[in-house]
């Protein structure tokens, strides 16, 4: 197979589409963030990469909080918004229609209508180039009830989306299962002992 | 609309299926690593949460690089099998037919089979608790010639897919578009004007 160069590239497949939230001078804000991923198992810990100038990371050094909210597929307007205008210059929550609570860090705004936010507390901030990486402590984790199959979470209800920045920026609802983890691995395992 | 609370847990939408590479003993081995993402932009650098016993991390820390290899549909039960057993006790490039290369680093091994390889040099690794958060700069980035299109990557080539771990441990293919990026959120921007 032959292989091509194409330079140093953030080329990875999926990238998440967060809604990151955090009070700027006490006021919520939200943005979107398609770099990141969970960092730590125990305890439970999310990165996050912002680009410095940003106005929710200012939120973000204020309190040492933010929420990571996880859109669903009918959020992918709102998500997208969140990603190309500033809260320093539109109040987002109000054009978003979003409903803000607040949970038990009490200055981590969260957004109602996503099915999933997580609370976080800083733990660390790497400044590493262009963007800052912020990784926070996942305080609590809040789920719509509406999202639960005897009570977990159940993907199929959520309907998460995946951000695709190559060949071009889109939006991607999650396709069929193909296989069951930690299990159609044995396959190999079997065909090896033969 | 209601909302459970579930305490912290590492729950977010999607995670990737990354076959992180590195050389132990001057060996190649690899492991699944559903924990991790993009960590800054310039220059390109991605982070992979590794729990702290695990056998690859030992080879992370004899030379201080590692790669992320994004592996297709077509090789589910390879990256399974990689997540399931240890580099320890078995060859798994062996097992799982690799053809291992290496690029511009020299030891960072990567997986000719997986369309695209990052080669990375360590910047910094985060002790955070079971985990180690290893951040890497992304010195260079292969990709098969077949999963280009007039010269980028074509994530439908590519067919990675995702990590589901709530409310079973699957792996899920990409679904359709819904949306363009950088696009959609402007009918909120209309709306808002109205």
Tied chains: 1, 2.
Excluded at 43 to 62: C, D, E, N, W
Excluded at 81 to 95: F, P, Q, R, W
Aim: hydrophobic share 40%; with cysteine.
């Amino acid at each position: 197979m032959d292989k091509f160069r194409l330079g140093p590239q953030t080329l990875v497949y999926p990238m998440p589409a967060f809604l990151v939230g955090a009070n700027i001078d006490d006021k919520p804000n939200f943005m979107a963030v398609a770099w990141g991923g969970i960092a730590n198992g125990e305890p439970p810990m999310v990165s996050v990469a912002i680009r410095r100038q940003r106005y929710t990371l200012k939120g973000i050094k204020q309190n040492w909080t933010f929420s990571v909210n996880i859109p669903s597929v009918d959020m992918v307007n709102e998500t997208d918004y969140c990603g190309m205008v500033s809260g320093s210059k539109v109040n987002k929550v109000e054009a978003c229609n979003f409903t803000v609570f607040y949970g038990q860090l009490g200055n981590a705004p969260l957004i109602e209508q996503c099915p999933i936010n997580l609370e976080c507390k800083v733990v660390q901030i790497l400044e590493l180039g262009s963007h800052s990486l912020v990784v926070g402590q996942i305080e609590e984790t809040h789920i719509s009830e509406d999202c639960l199959t005897d009570g977990k979470p159940d993907v199929n209800k959520v309907k998460p989306f995946i951000y695709t920045a190559q060949p071009a920026r889109h939006y991607q609802a999650f396709g069929e299962v193909i296989a069951k983890a930690f299990s159609i691995g044995r396959e190999i395992e079997a065909k090896k002992s033969n």
